[in-house]
């Protein structure tokens, strides 16, 4: 990361369950790890100005933070639109406006999923030629480098140009921001065939292979695991669907694990031998690790996490942020995209 240059995020201090303690603590970790970051601390400061010394914000990181007051908060049972009319001055609303009036290059939001989309298409703007944009999301697989798969619930009903899209935006995010070159990007079906999926998916596919990206072909749903493709594009209610029964699965996994180990002395011996391995296991596991998915297609970095998000997963999608405006991600989207439209021209 770029010490030399400084790169502002908004954070949306009041998003998420356990908001604001968390958001507070990862915000105090993410200005002790990254060098280059100022943080914008959008919430009520009534709420947060006590805050700020528990969590390690005080002495030189005061220098580097600033409170920017919001003080109302959008609730996970809120409506998405709320943020337009009932709730203009709610955190996420006032961050997503500090970047459109370019006082911060990013946002980082563990709150409310739908009003954060809204802030960053309607209030950030999206891109030139950008239809919808959509939900990125880092899967693990078995050859310890992850996966992207996209779009994962931003849209649930896409048609083959916006599956294309998908594609070529989460290729440039795996390039730039994840470090993987040339990735290889694949097609969500339902058999790797040329022939098999649906017209959607072939249509996509059709425009994929006029691009200028390593397109592989059809990906099935194991290939997601399996680390065969770098980038898997599909459509928001599917990959959805997937990214919550995955979540499902990993802590069943986690704890028939755990229930294992503790029947017996026998089991419990073993389990402590095996304790790296499994520590080792459970990161690969642990979304913790990445933070937040990216919401790509907008002219602002926007990061939406997850409600559940602790300090540790404040601070990776920090992370993430500094890197995607590090690496001005929204700018070789747009020259993609303008490539693909040059050439299709």
Known sequence: MDASSVYRIALDVMGGDH????????AGKALADFAGLHLLLVGDETKLIPLLGHYGLKGDLLRRMEIIHAPAVVTMEDK????????KNSSIRVAAQLVHDGQANGIVSMGNT????VASKLIIGTLEGVD??????????TKGRPTVLLDVGANVDSKPEHLAQFALMGSVYAEQVLGIPRPKVGLLSVGEEEAKGNGTTKGAAQMLKEMDLNFAGNAEGNDIWNGRFDVIGCDGFVGNAILKSSEALAEGIVMGLRDSINQGWMSQLGGLLAKPAIRRFMKKLDYTEYGGAPLLGVKGVSIIGHGRSNGRA??????????????RLNERIQEALALVQQTAG
Request: aromatic residues 0%; positive net charge.
């Open 80 to 87: 998405a639109t709320s943020i337009l009319k009932d709730k």
């Open 114 to 117: 739908g009003a954060a989309m």
């Open 19 to 26: 908001a604001p303690q968390a958001t507070l603590e990862g």
């Open 314 to 327: 404040v601070t990776s999608a920090i992370r993430i942020a500094l890197l995607a405006a590090e690496h």
């Open 132 to 141: 919808r944009p959509c939900l990125a999301m880092v899967m693990p697989n």
